[in-house]
């Protein structure tokens, strides 16, 4: 990992790395969320229920794209949530973000990595079900306090703007997310 973490898309259509420090300062959670599940779903992926989807929170400019850069796309679940985005050429999940630029965030699925303890142990667990309960998080403190922190940095430094998913100039993301209908999304969620 001397020059950093690749990545690729199931099929290896779009390909890419992951800084050493982006791997450094990152942040490893697993998400029990129905979005989550939901977005492997309508890309054709395995029901990831019971088990969560596992994430590597991280400053988008530590993200580079090598090949491929024309298969990501965006998607999202409704019309006000993050830009899920994915690789267009096989349906793999690629990452979350929010929608402007402004705001560095990247929630890149763990699976993308050959080898996914490169990510560091999981530091936080997202809306973990609770039966007759309202979710819960544990380690939210550690995932929250990596956020803000590299959002802080990012924007001081003025790396926000280096990011594979956001045109530097306009602010605009690369690809037009497309916002699936209701009838899509009552599908998703059981």
């Known amino acids: ?34 979005d989550c599940r939901a977005n492997e779903l309508y890309h054709g992926q395995p029901d990831p229920a019971p088990d969560p989807v596992d994430l590597f929170q991280l400053s988008p400019d530590a993200i580079t794209i090598t090949q491929g850069a024309e298969h990501l796309k965006a998607l999202r679940l409704g019309p006000r ?36 303890s490169a990510l560091g142990k999981i530091r936080a667990r997202a809306f973990i079900p609770a039966p007759g309960k309202q979710a819960r998080t544990k380690g939210g403190g550690a995932m929250a306090w990596g956020i803000v922190s590299r ?6 430094s003025g790396r926000w703007k280096d990011t594979p998913f956001f045109d ?17 999304r009552a599908r998703l969620y059981p």
């Not at 790395?17 to 697993?30: D, L, N, S, Y």
């Not at 349906?91 to 705001?103: D, E, I, S």
């Open 168 to 184: 530097p100039e306009t602010g605009k993301p690369v690809a037009e997310p497309h916002l699936i209908s209701k009838a899509e």
């Open 81 to 116: 949530g993050p830009l899920r985005w994915y690789a267009s050429c096989c349906g793999t999940p690629f990452a979350n973000t929010l929608a402007k630029p402004g705001l560095p965030f990247a929630g890149m699925r763990s699976d993308l990595f050959q080898d996914k």
């Open 151 to 156: 959002m802080i940095t990012a924007r001081l």
């Open 1 to 34: 990992m001397a020059d950093g973490l690749a990545f690729s898309c199931n099929c290896g259509a779009l390909r890419g790395e992951v800084a050493v420090q982006g791997i450094k300062t990152g942040t490893r959670v697993v998400c029990h969320c129905k």
